[in-house]
């Protein structure tokens, strides 16, 4: 896990010790309850490459949009939505799921 602030967008690094494929991994979390941004994705390879990580990996409880998912094509990155996000944790066991508050309308 990476600091609250100041981390350079990442949440979390992982690494592989298999000295074939193995290396650092980088992890990012965003909160959505609507599409996320290619920004959001375009941030996550630029950091990976910053970060000399041989795979980026985002998570959210929302869902990604066909650019995002077409941009993420052949780099390696992967995107891991809401509903993926929730079948992981059913295959080991877990009963889980996202609730997301909707944002209050400014009066």
């Known amino acids: 896990m990476t600091k609250a602030s100041r981390d350079g967008g990442i949440d979390a690094v992982a ?3 298999d000295p074939i494929r193995g290396g650092k991994f980088i992890i990012q979390a965003k909160r959505y309850n609507h599409v996320v941004p290619i920004s959001a994705v375009r941030e996550v390879n630029g950091i990976m490459a910053y970060e000399g990580a041989i795979k980026g990996i ?3 409880t929302s869902y990604y949009g066909n650019d995002s998912r077409e941009f ?3 780099k390696p990155l992967t995107l891991l939505d809401g509903s993926n996000l929730i079948n992981m944790f059913k295959d ?4 889980v ?3 997301l508050k909707k944002k209050e ?3």
Request: glycine share 10%; aromatic share 16%; hydrophobic share 30%.
């Open 58 to 60: 985002l998570v959210t």
């Open 97 to 99: 799921r996202i609730e």
């Open 105 to 107: 309308k400014a009066n």
């Open 92 to 95: 080991y066991g877990y009963n």
């Open 15 to 17: 690494f592989d010790p």
């Open 72 to 74: 993420a094509k052949g």
